[in-house]
């Protein structure tokens, strides 16, 4: 590792917003691929044809999203 | 740091979406096959009589069988979903660390977990309960999935609310005061969301009452077991790269 390795100068302060904020781009992609497990194809869809409900069914139900 | 964090969140959601995996495989599955059994039986009741009054139905095309809903199709949407949260859970935890509380990074992150349990899954769930195949109209799906997803939303902007006014409260009135006034602000927004949203009763009289049970149990064992991973196994190797970080530094680094 460079010398660029980030590292706290204290555990006891937080993590600066502007080390975050480029990162949160991550929490749209999670919630993309969450959309996809608990929602495409059925109450909305993206992608045509039931595939992906069908394959995705057992975990949808399970993972306590609304189905059929 | 943060590329570190979100990381590890996702390779901890990996983990926990294993130990999903093998719970909902154990005590999920035979509920699903259950609920299944009654739908196939409820279809040929109303088949014959169809037949019997002239209607002819045609078979719904099975698109994707049952063991590869049972198993490839299961894993994947619970890994999926696991590591999605886990990224998710590592971008919150490095936004609320020594911000909404000051606790080192083990008790941050167990917090964060048990918060996320109860305020993206529990809460939401007691006012719309997970439901096994065959219960809920097809025609609805729009609407049960707006109302879920509304309450969700409701419920996790309940927590950031009573989170920053537990950090107003706590210091001037103390940490007990200023965390029991939280849960309480939380608890009643909740309440307040959740009697005003409209109630989904869709289970078919004739439903197993013992199969429902069942299978609720067993999905809020499934999101337990992903919540006290992420809360518990990203806290510990969380902690141990920030000691390690502090012992070292950056010049100790190879």
């Not at chain 2, 609920?35 to 002239?54: H, L, P, Q, R, V």
């Not at chain 2, 004739?206 to 199969?211: C, M």
Request: charged share 15%; hydrophobic share 55%.
């Amino acid at each position: 590792m460079s010398d660029r390795t980030i590292v706290p100068a204290s555990l006891s302060l937080p993590l600066p917003w502007r080390d975050i904020l480029p990162w949160t781009i991550f929490a749209a992609l999670a919630l993309l691929a969450i959309y996809f497990v608990a929602a495409e194809e059925g109450a909305t869809s993206i992608i045509p044809g039931m595939y992906v409900h069908e394959f995705l069914h057992d975990g949808r139900h399970l993972l306590g999203f609304p189905c059929h | 740091m943060v590329p570190n964090l979100l990381v590890r969140g996702m390779l901890v959601g990996l983990i926990a979406g294993l130990l999903v995996f093998g719970f909902g495989k154990v005590f999920g599955e035979p509920q699903v096959d259950r609920a299944i059994s009654f739908e196939a039986a409820m279809d040929e009741e109303k088949a014959k009589a169809d037949e019997a009054n002239g209607i002819h139905a045609v078979p719904e095309p099975e698109l994707v069988s049952r063991p590869v809903q049972a198993g490839w199709g299961l894993f994947t949407g619970v890994m999926v979903y696991s590591a999605a949260f886990g990224g998710l859970f590592a971008l919150v935890f490095a936004a609320v660390y020594r911000r909404a509380v000051n606790m080192g990074p083990r008790a941050t992150s167990a917090l964060l977990a048990a918060t996320g349990f109860v305020c993206v899954y529990l809460v939401p769930n007691l006012k719309y309960p997970a439901n096994p195949p065959s219960v809920g109209e097809p025609e609805t799906i729009g609407y049960r999935t707006a109302l879920y997803f509304s309450m969700i939303v409701l419920s996790v902007g309940a927590v950031v609310l009573a989170s920053a006014l537990r950090k107003q409260l706590a210091v001037r009135h103390g940490e007990w005061t200023a965390a029991l006034a939280a849960i309480g602000v939380y608890l009643l927004a909740v309440i307040v969301a959740g009697s005003i949203l409209p109630s989904v009763d869709e289970v078919p009289g004739s439903f197993p009452a013992g199969v429902l049970w069942h299978f609720r149990v067993a999905s809020f064992g499934m999101q337990a077991v992903m919540w006290a991973t992420l809360g518990l196994v990203f806290g510990a190797l969380t902690e141990r790269a920030f000691t390690d970080a502090r012992v070292l530094g950056p010049a100790a680094r190879p």
